[in-house]
């Protein structure tokens, strides 16, 4: 089976940044995609990024574009999410999450069902 766990959520104020990781343990095949979700008070969770061990390959959504970074340490198995300049509407409950059969990173990628979540991890931006 494949465990996600989602860590280094917490409270900034506006323009600063974190870095959330997500460590991967279990079986996972050596091509695999990992991504990032969110979840805003409210609303429905969303993707927003991920990254593809199959060929580096990342995708971000337009609203975290430029500000966002997400990158992986394969040794450490472990995928974070550096997240600059945030705004105070990036606050939400930050999921990792990646499926079995997917393999390449893209945008109809973050919609396809996912087999494996991580507990999300909680990011406040106050104004």
């Known amino acids: 089976d494949v465990q996600l766990q989602a860590s280094g959520g917490g409270l900034v104020q506006a323009g600063g940044s974190l870095r959330l990781s997500c460590s991967v343990s279990?079986?996972?095949?050596?091509?695999?995609?990992i991504a990032w979700f969110r979840q805003a008070p409210g609303k429905e969770r969303v993707g927003i990024s991920c990254?593809?061990?199959?060929?580096?390959?990342?995708y971000y959504v337009d609203s975290v574009k430029g500000r966002f970074t997400i990158s992986s340490d394969p040794i450490k198995n472990t995928v974070y999410l550096q997240m600059n300049s945030l705004k105070p509407e990036d606050t939400a409950v930050y999921y990792c999450?990646?499926?079995?059969?997917?393999?390449?990173?893209?945008?109809?990628?973050?919609?396809?069902?996912?087999?494996?979540w991580g507990k999300g991890t909680l990011v406040t931006v106050s104004s």
């Open positions: 999450a990646t499926d079995r059969l997917w393999r390449y990173c893209s945008a109809s990628g973050l919609h396809r069902s996912m087999g494996y």
């Open positions: 279990g079986s996972l095949f050596n091509d695999h995609v």
């Open positions: 990254i593809s061990s199959t060929d580096g390959g990342t």
